[in-house]
Nanobody
């Protein structure tokens, strides 16, 4: 079994910062991409940022220049540094991983989600 466990969400004022972490554990052979998605109430789940095993990153236009994704391959952990937060960043943030549990089987996994609320 594979688990993705997120941490770091919370309540922050507009203009503030938060750092999310997500650690993957279990029967992992290799991890390809890791990333973050978010879902606001009544809306679909949208991509925030992704990072490949080689460090190539991709960001949603709405967070470019404010959010930074990084990963520690030795710890199977991905981070999302969120700066200059806006009320419209309020959502449940989900960690996602595209990984191999053996050399032949690749699957996608999701974390349980962590709430980020930006409000004064």
């Amino acid at each position: 079994q594979v688990q993705l466990v997120e941490s770091g969400g919370g309540l922050v004022q507009p203009g503030g910062s938060l750092r999310l972490s997500c650690a993957a554990s279990g029967s992992i052979f290799a991890i390809n991409a890791m990333g973050w998605y978010r879902q606001a109430p009544g809306k679909q789940r949208d991509l925030v940022a992704t990072i490949t095993s080689g460090g190539r990153t991709n960001y949603a236009d709405s967070v470019k220049g404010r959010f930074t994704i990084s990963r520690d391959n030795a710890k199977n952990t991905v981070y999302l540094q969120m700066n200059s937060l806006k009320p419209e960043d309020t959502a449940v943030y989900y960690c996602h991983s595209d990984l191999y549990t053996n050399p032949l089987v690749k699957s996608q996994y999701w974390g349980q989600g962590t709430q980020v609320t930006v409000s004064s």
